[in-house]
């Protein structure tokens, strides 16, 4: 697929800045036009996004075969032939996708296309928030498509800035110290990552398919090969203690992100500040790029230290799952609750991972899908009374269900889809992945079941608190739900209704590529226990 | 004899240029009173000039005046950054409100900033411990002058007279250093002889310790490594901030580029075999780039840490400039030319970055008249273009992609981690994380809180805006095509004599 002779990958990464660049040059009163201009340029990315999901062959594995990559672009972008001791510097701007990425591409032009319109009411500086907002967007589209080390890591840092101009600008009273901090923490990853990346680079090589000369390479599938290791280079070989400091500073770099315990606190901060939609965006998408990157990176390039640190993984999921949970019961504030609960179920993610089988990983994967529509929802839900009352303490409400009833219905769906209903979307992931490792950490597992109760707990004590009850008097006079509001909430519900009832729609799409990525993992620690 | 001066006459064109600038600028200074900006004008014209010439002997490697300089590719790539930089620097000196209020003094303004430069050509070709002082000294005598040209603000003054000291005593350890190396090697002033001395004959390795001990804390005064940088800050804050951005780049290039020759030349072992290509051996076991490990560590580290806590532009941008010292100082320390290439591709992205942001201090000083950093409380919603390009600026300074500043970064861990100096990349990477919190800073006051009293608009000029996106733009296409700042830099690491 291609328009214009570009394709569709490039046109949905880079469809956003054409979009910030329009909004730029709309002179300032036209808060209208920049507004409608960041809904098009989303909502064709959504359309692209669409076109992809109907075109994508379920057939194909992905992961580390070249072949089995999808709506691949690949072209040189920089090749410095230099001297002989430098060697050859060559860089690809190389972008596809398989299983793994398209349900979060999916994902991600749903959220940003919702998210444009949780933004309409934004207050001041629309023209930099919507520019700011799209070059996020980019950042994150760029993420899931990019095939090629250096690539991804310029596009994980694209989205830094923007972020921490939105949560700064716009954001609430602590806003700057919760910028800062989201900063700061996921530089920290990004060095250690990007220092990883270099050692991964140093040690990569491949054949120059013009004169057949070793170059050494950022191709992400290169580097999943053990036979493309030079000998005696720094990470050749398998579970050397270079290997082990490598996984390790690239594990950290995707744990921020994530976020693992103990490298969450940021996440409570950034989310409580952030406006609506960028909360949306952080807890649908961004969190995702963590776990992205583990499935994508760590695991496909260092299989035998996935398999040696599988149960330390298992561990922080399990604390991820109940500390979470627990946390999200003692707050107050409505949005820390759904921040809190994001780590929670994050954690059911990680343990999916974990079981490095293939319902784990499915379930893991589904659970990143799901959990970006739910806790979008969430937020948004959130984001609806904060308009109104300017509050989210969870004690300030109260019989809202009376006065606020569409709201009440829609807020039902997700609250239960949290929780995992049977017949919503996150009970589906939650139970393959809990399935998926019980064969392999079975006291952890059971353990871990636990959060599930921990978050039916407070999730329906929070419905009681909020809109069961007395009504109080202060909000009898609250509006219900506008359209605009029903609009953004709306088509997510659907998603996590209909993929409660056929989550092979989704499903099917990853089977191969899981499939692969499980086996990929197996064989590479098979063959590093074989060795010693 | 004759022919041979005569010869390399032929190739000093650039440094005779600068020389006959500095007169012409004098006698038009002297002439034409009725035009005070004409010197200025005759000095970016000769500047200019000069770098052509310089431009044109690329691909000469050869030694001049027996043995006194080199004219290289090394020297040549050091040359064009110190007069791109000169250059630039007289396009802001144009605009600057501070040289302005001395229009009178231009003259002498002009004649010294060139002199400066040439200062700087000769230290990038100096092959000779004669040579090497003698450029230091020229560039240092013309610096102190400048550093106190506005002699009508106190500091200006104050930091002058703090930066002749600091110079006296490091130029007085550096030629003591050099008197016990001349002993040591017997008799040996050019790079070449002591290197010829040191892999031939065993010396006392204490005293030769001592004798580079005292070179590199001439060397590091010049570019503010720690514990040789107490002068930065408050120079960087009485200067003039023309000559601070002056000062903070072309200086510390030519700094770089002597530390750098003196020890591949002199220090290196010519005839080491078993060494990957582009791999350097050190002499008599003696491993001075663990000396130069720790000083890179230290100033990082410091340069870091103490920018935190300013208030002041200038004295941030300092502390901040000695940390970027430090930076590439990790790629003289892994001993290769790809470390060595690597510090050439981040004096071509620190050029950039470091002077766009001292000339929006300038600009904003200009019509602010503070150089505070709560003067830059709300100044994106003041002047919106001059704000975002000090955002490019201040993240390209951090090294976060896609601006230029990422790839001098990249570059720098690649070299080190390709020679396994991992824990010193590790302590790299934790320092740009700690620098951006105080870059963040200046970003924060402008566009996350609102402007303080006068919240009134700012507009620049036309062509004062065009200077900032030349920098600007560079900045950032470079972080996404940087091809050519590589290859330069490859092309670039090759010495006069040396393998």
Known sequence: MAFLGIGVLSWITFLPIIGMVLILLIPKEKLDAMKWTAAAATFFQLVLAVMIYFNFNKGFTGINSVDGMQLVEKMSWIDIRGV???????????????????????????????????????????????????????????????????????????????????????????????????????????????????????????????????????????????????????????????????????FIGFAIKVPIFPFHTWLPDAHVEAPTAISVILAGVLLKMGT??????????????????????????????????????????????IAYSSISHMGIVLLGMAALNTQGMMGAVFQMFNHGTITAMLFLIVGVIYDRAHTRDLDAFGGLAITMPKYTGIMTVAFFAALGLPGLSGFISEAFSFLGAFQTFRTMTIIATLGIVLTAAYMLWTLQRVFLGQPNEKWASMPDINGREMFTLVPLAVVVLVLGIYPSLLLDLMTSSLNHLVEVVKLGGAAATSMH | MVEQVLQSLAKFLPETTLAATICVAILAGIIVRSRPRLPL???????????????????????????????????????????????????????????????????????????????????????????????????????????GYTKE????????????????????????????????????????????????????????????????????????????????????????????????VASKAAGFAILIRFFKVSFIDANAMGLPAGFWAIVQGFEWNKIIAILSVLTMTLGNLVAVWQNNMKRLLAYSSIAHAGYMLMGVVVLSDKGLAAVMVYFVVYLLMNLGAFYVVMLVANKTGSEDIDSYRGLGYRTPLVSVAMVVFLISLA?????????????????????????????????????????????????????????????????????????????????????????????????????
């Open chain 2, 399 to 499: 090294g976060i992609p896609p601006t230029a500043g990422f790839i001098g970064k990249l570059f720098l861990f690649a070299s080190l981690l390709d020679a396994q100096w991992i824990w010193l990349a590790i302590v790299g990477a934790i320092n740009s994380v700690i620098s951006l919190y105080y870059y963040v800073r200046i970003v924060r006051n402008m566009f996350l809180r609102d402007p303080e009293g006068d919240a009134s608009p700012i507009q620049f000029s036309v062509p004062q805006v065009a200077i900032l996106l030349l920098l600007a733009i560079p900045t950032l296409v470079f972080g996404l095509y940087y091809s050519p700042i590589v290859e330069l830099a490859n092309a670039s690491v090759m010495m006069f004599g040396v393998r």
């Open chain 1, 292 to 337: 992205y990157g583990l499935l994508r990176i760590s695991y496909p390039m260092f299989p035998e230290l996935a398999n040696y640190y599988a149960w330390a993984l298992a561990l922080v999921a399990l604390i991820n799952i109940i500390y979470g949970a627990l946390c999200a019961m003692a707050q107050q504030d409505f949005k820390k609750l």
């Open chain 2, 153 to 248: 603000a106190p500091d200006s003054s104050e930091a002058a007279l703090k930066y002749i000291i600091y110079g006296a005593l490091s130029t007085g350890l550096m030629l003591y250093g050099i008197s016990i190396l001349f002993g040591l090697t017997g008799g040996a002033t050019d790079l070449y002889s002591i290197n010829r001395a040191l892999s031939s004959t065993a010396v006392n390795p204490i005293a030769l310790l001592v004798a580079t001990l005292l070179i590199i804390a001439g060397l590091g005064y010049k570019i503010s490594a720690v514990p040789f940088h107490f002068w930065t800050p408050d120079v960087y804050e009485g200067a003039p901030v023309t000559i601070t951005a002056f000062l903070s």
């Open chain 1, 84 to 250: 002989p001791w430098f060697g050859r510097i060559s860089i690809e701007y190389f972008v596809g996708v398989d299983g793994l990425s398209v349900p979060m591409v999916i994902l991600t032009a749903l959220i940003s296309f919702i998210a444009v319109f949780a933004s309409w009411n934004i207050p001041k500086a629309l023209k930099g928030y919507m520019a700011m907002l799209l070059l996020l967007d980019t950042g994150m589209m760029g993420v899931f498509v990019s095939l090629d080390f250096f690539l991804f890591y310029v596009f994980w840092e694209v989205m830094l800035l923007p972020m921490y101009f939105l949560i700064g600008i716009w954001g609430g009273p602590r806003r700057e110290y919760a910028a800062i901090k989201f900063f700061l923490y996921t530089l920290l990853g990004s060095v250690l990552m990007l220092l990883a990346m270099i050692a991964l680079y140093f040690s990569v090589t491949i054949a120059d398919p013009a004169t057949g000369e070793r170059i050494y390479t950022f191709n992400m599938l290169a580097m999943m090969d053990a036979a493309n290791f030079q000998p005696g280079s720094l990470l050749a070989g398998t579970g050397t203690y270079w290997r082990h400091l490598a996984y390790i500073a690239l």
């Open chain 2, 41 to 147: 004008l005759i000095a970016f014209l000769g500047v200019g000039l000069s770098m052509v010439f310089s431009v044109q002997e690329m691909g000469t490697s050869q030694s001049l005046f027996s043995g006194m300089l080199a004219v290289d590719p090394f020297a040549i790539f050091f040359k064009i950054i110190v007069g791109a930089c000169a250059l630039i620097i007289i396009l802001f000196s144009l605009y600057s409100a501070e040289v302005r209020i001395a229009i009178s003094r231009m003259t002498e303004y002009s004649s010294l900033l060139v002199a400066m430069t040439l200062g700087m050509y000769l230290m990038a070709g100096a092959t000779n411990l004669l040579m090497i002082v003698l450029s230091i000294e020229l560039t240092g005598l013309s610096s102190y002058v400048l550093a």
